[in-house]
């Protein structure tokens, strides 16, 4: 009891933020925007608000006019479970995904008419998951919308600023893309933990076309990473260690591949609900604080009353 | 002591009995205060179009349209007795929305001649009225700050299709622009009236639309809409850095409904000189605080739909609300959301003004794509949902659904029936509808729950009145360099001419020649009677033109340009730059003559000096009609990869490798200059002689 008392208490982090991020254009990456969608779904569903994530889709799916179910989109065959669904807020959409814009999310330095839902309002007790999708076609760089990189060093040195920037506390990194590792290759910055699914010189597979839909709904590293996922609840004890097993060879056909010489704390000690979930931590006092008389006084009294009983 | 004790007895018992009155009459006084109905008018902003028509210098308005000041309003309906009157009471309507009133009805005459399919109708309120006379001793009640109403207008259309229309209404009393912050709210989204207040609004319409509404087939929308987004905001005249508000706007805007209106910059901000002049009150026409700007890539998809939904008092939780399922609405033809808030009368004396947010979501749904094919709607087909009870924050909750083509049901069958009727001008055109109140619990009959059924029996449908003013724009022209720009305006009025303002906004990659402008009707030039050109200014500001054009009757105007594309920087180009670029559709508008509204009738009582001209009604009434968004290709320079490599490749290789090739296979020979003739000569005769030569 004790001891989970303490690991409750033990990871230091006051809040949670996602960044998620699909950077390909065009009806045919479909699962691409399916892949981010189904990470948004899971976070959200384990507690992080929609304020505190943003979700960046370059193209839109669901009402694209060669989808056959308008607003759906879908990620199992035979449209099992739609991860669009109906309560969604997306964040920065079509031309707005771009490397700039996304480095500037990550390192906070926006135009000041930003509204707020399209900042990262983290601190250094902020714990945050970033999730990025897309394709690749060479080692050390993701495409964004067919048109422009952005390459492991650019990501490298904003994970830095951040951290001397004090932005967060503890940063989770996944992505989903051919030759996924090389992005991870140059971080420096500590406090890091990086999931990529496949190893330099192997390409990422996509894992089954939906033939109503016509395309390939989701990519493989992703769509058992989401049924990992749809085991896990607030409360869950799964660590780090559970994550890495997602997805062996066997089904993945490419070996995903993970970094945790960065990360101060040993992954089995690291609750996977510490990044994709948001615990808020609540501390209970037993005195009474003055606040400014005469209002609170009544209250005071009250306070005093339930603990005296 | 005693005494003391027995005047601490006497105090308690008189409060005690204070109290009790207070209660009571508190009680009263909510009762009261749910049974009002205040009514609410909208005064028609014709007055202010009519002015605007008249400073661009038309005389073509009819003497009825100018002189008459046309306001509209609805009558108090606690005023009119519930009993049988002998002659109709019409609503009239306001031109942009066509909500009827909720309206007492008596169609005792009419019943005589037809068969029994119309029932008179009481007028709920008049009914509790009565209550305020019973407590005389109740201070005067004060109406309520805020009210919200909903309603559902479902219009079935000719080509199969079915038109709903829903709009929800909030008004409130407030002041947001004074010092103070207002701090209170609730019905008034927070959201909004923060911004509102913030940036100094007047008015403020934003609608997000996807699809293209096709006038010829459907008739008129209630609420017009360009696809894409649409943004054009009043700013009050205390606003002294318009366009700094105006971008710190858009972006707040942006993050509300989750939109890429960051985008509206320089580049496609316009200021009409003309048209959109404010809908509201207010006499501010100084065009300095008007910004208009249209996004025609925009796409609308859940993620506006669900902010939209938040800003309503019940969410999408009670009321007609329930309804907006995006699964069925982007399925659809055409599918358009919009937000108006605007300052209006509180009520037809307009003593006071109120701030209006109307919230209206207009949608097509297609009769082919929604399966079986057979022509039959019901609110279960069209939403997936039925409406289980109103919202308990509205005053007034109703579906409408018109029945006009149907008077006899000989067309299609509506159930469950409900007695209620409800007759509208809207439009130019008298239309009855059928009414549910869902504020009454009987509506909901024993499943508790609405799911109104429209069978159709005939298989054709009756004629549809023709749309008297239809617009229509393309692109002609070959290759990349250069184009034209037509578009066409239709006057589908017999016999009657009337001025429209067409109002063109290009981005200015398309360099306009405006000294190419040609209008022509019937084959004859058109000269407009009022032009107003801004050029553009490369990567400043589009084009703007405003033109005021007198449409011959029945007749189609031509309005041709030529352009000339421009080539944009390498970076200016969207990532799928082959896709095309978008240019905004044309806003006409218009204050048509109506062919319906028209009275008349001459058997009428009325004096003769006041009965000539064509009145009592609406003879016109405002229109706006927004063109297709066209589509140009600009010369674009081959993105791809594998030309770009090429290139350089072959680049590389002609520079690098053969200038290599030749530093390090190059020898250099030295060579003399040829000698002169006269050694040359010496040479000839030395070499035959055997000696070495010069």
């Known amino acids: 009891m004790q001891a989970k008392a303490g690991q409750f208490f033990s990871s230091g982090h006051t809040n949670n933020w996602a960044v998620l991020v699909c950077t390909s254009r065009f009806w045919f990456n479909y699962r691409h925007v399916a892949n981010t969608l189904s990470v948004y779904r899971s976070v959200k569903r384990l507690g992080i608000p929609d304020s505190h994530i943003v979700l960046m889709l370059a193209d839109d799916m669901a009402c694209n006019h060669r989808n056959p179910k308008p607003a759906t989109v879908f990620s199992h065959k035979n449209m099992e479970l739609n991860v669009y669904g109906d309560d969604v807020e997306v964040d920065y959409r079509g031309y707005e995904v771009t490397v700039e814009n996304f480095l500037r999310v990550l390192t906070g330095r926006l135009p000041p008419s930003t509204p707020r839902s399209k900042r990262l309002l983290s601190d250094d007790h902020s714990n945050i998951l970033i999730y990025l999708t897309g394709t690749s076609r060479w080692n050390g760089f993701l495409k964004f919308q067919d048109s422009e990189e952005i390459s492991n060093v650019e990501l490298a040195d904003a994970f830095e600023q951040m951290w001397t920037k004090r932005r967060y506390n503890e940063l989770l990194f996944i992505i989903d893309t051919c030759q996924g590792a090389s992005m991870y290759e140059r971080f420096y910055s500590p406090n890091l933990m990086a999931l990529a699914s496949s190893q330099v010189g192997e390409d990422s597979l996509s894992h089954q076309p939906d033939l109503a839909i016509g395309v390939h709904l989701m990519d493989r590293y992703t769509f058992y990473l989401l049924e990992f996922l749809e085991d896990i609840h607030p409360a869950s004890t799964a660590n780090m260690n559970d994550l890495f097993k997602v997805c062996p060879k066997s089904q993945c056909v490419s070996t995903p591949g993970h970094r945790t010489d960065l990360f101060l704390r040993d992954p089995g000690n690291v609750l996977i609900t510490d990044f994709f979930g948001s615990v808020r931590k609540v501390e209970i006092t037993m005195e009474t604080i003055n606040l400014t008389a005469p209002m609170v006084f009544s209250i005071e009294i009250i306070i005093k009353n339930y603990c005296n009983q | ?694």
């Open chain 2, 1 to 694: 002591m005693a005494a003391h004790r027995c005047n601490i007895f006497m105090l308690v018992f008189v409060l005690c009995g204070l109290t009790y009155v207070f209660v009571r009459a508190d009680i009263e006084d909510t009762n009261h205060v749910k049974d009002a109905e205040s009514v609410a008018v909208d005064i028609a902003p014709k007055a202010n179009i009519g002015a605007s028509l008249r400073s661009t210098k038309t005389e073509d308005q009819t003497q009825a349209a100018e002189e008459e000041r046309q306001w509209e309003a609805e009558t108090n309906p606690a005023d009119a007795p519930s009993d049988n009157k002998a002659d109709h009471v019409h609503d009239t309507m306001q031109n942009l929305d066509s909500r009827p009133a909720p309206y007492a009805k008596d169609q005792t005459q009419e019943a005589a001649e037809e068969e029994r399919q119309w029932e008179a109708t009481e007028v709920k309120e008049a009914d509790r009225v009565p209550d305020t006379m019973q407590t005389p001793d109740v201070p005067p009640l004060t109406p309520a700050k805020d009210q919200f109403q909903e309603e559902l207008v479902i219009r079935p259309l000719h080509s199969g299709d079915i038109y709903a229309s829903f709009q929800f209404r909030t008004m409130w009393d407030t002041d947001f622009l004074r010092g103070s912050k207002v701090s209170h709210y609730r019905l008034f989204p927070k959201s909004l009236g923060q911004v509102i207040s913030k940036f100094s609004v007047r008015e403020l319409h934003i609608s997000f639309t996807q699809g293209y509404w096709r006038t010829m087939q459907w008739g008129q929308p209630f609420l017009p809409s360009p696809p894409g987004a649409e943004l054009w905001v009043w700013f009050q005249d205390t606003v002294t850095d318009v366009d700094g508000a105006w971008k710190e706007l858009t972006n707040v805007l942006s993050g509300i409904f989750c939109a890429s209106l960051n985008f509206i910059d320089s580049t496609n901000t316009v200021q009409p000189s003309a048209s959109f002049k404010p809908l509201g009150l207010g006499n501010v026409t100084d065009q300095r605080f008007l910004r208009y700007a249209v996004l025609p890539r925009e796409i609308v998809c859940t993620e506006n739909l669900t902010p939209w939904k938040k800003l309503l008092p019940c969410g999408s939780k009670a009321g007609l609300a329930v309804l907006m399922k995006s699964e069925k609405l982007f399925h659809s033809s055409f599918h358009s959301q919009a937000l108006h808030f605007r300052p209006v009368c509180q009520d037809w004396k307009c003593k006071s003004t109120v701030w209006e947010l109307r919230q209206t979501l207009n949608v097509v749904f297609d009769l082919h794509t929604s399966g079986q094919g057979k022509r039959e709607w019901s609110l279960f087909k069209m939403f997936s949902r039925t409406v289980t009870e109103a919202c308990p924050l509205a005053s007034s909750s109703k579906v409408y659904v018109d029945v006009t083509d149907n008077p006899q049901g000989e067309l299609f069958e509506l159930s469950p029936t409900t007695p209620l009727l409800s007759q509208a001008v809207v439009l130019g055109d008298r239309r009855t509808y059928s009414v549910y109140d869902l504020t009454n619990q009987a509506t909901f009959g024993q499943t508790r729950s609405l799911n109104m059924l429209l069978r159709w029996r005939a298989a054709e449908s009756g004629d549809m009145l023709r749309p008297l003013l239809h617009g229509e724009r393309y692109v002609a022209g070959y290759g990349l360099q250069t184009g034209e720009i037509h578009t066409l305006m239709y006057n589908n009025h017999p016999y009657r001419a009337f001025p429209v303002l067409l109002l063109d906004t290009v981005p200015w990659y398309l360099r306009l020649y405006i000294h190419t402008l040609t209008v022509t009707s019937k084959g004859r030039d058109n000269k407009p009677s009022y032009i107003h050109y801004q050029p553009s200014k490369d990567r400043l500001r589009p084009h703007l033109l405003e033109m005021l054009v007198q449409l011959p009757p029945n007749s189609v105007t031509e309005v041709t340009m030529q352009f000339e594309r421009a080539l944009l920087k390498w970076t200016e180009y969207t990532p799928d730059p082959n896709h095309g670029f978008y240019v905004g559709s044309s806003v006409i508008s218009a204050l048509v003559p109506s062919v319906v509204a028209m009275d008349t009738n001459s058997t009428r009582e009325c004096p003769l000096f006041s009965s000539f001209f064509p009145c009592k009604e609406e003879s016109s009434y405002f229109m706006r009609v927004y063109t297709e968004p066209l589509l140009v290709n600009l010369p674009t320079p081959d993105f791809s990869m594998p030309y770009n490599v090429i290139c350089l490749t072959c680049t590389v290789v002609a520079v690098g490798y053969g200038s290599l090739y030749n530093l390090l296979t190059r020898t250099f020979q030295v060579e003399e200059p040829s000698p002169g003739l006269a050694k040359r000569l010496a040479n000839i005769i030395r070499r035959l002689r055997g000696v070495p030569l010069l």
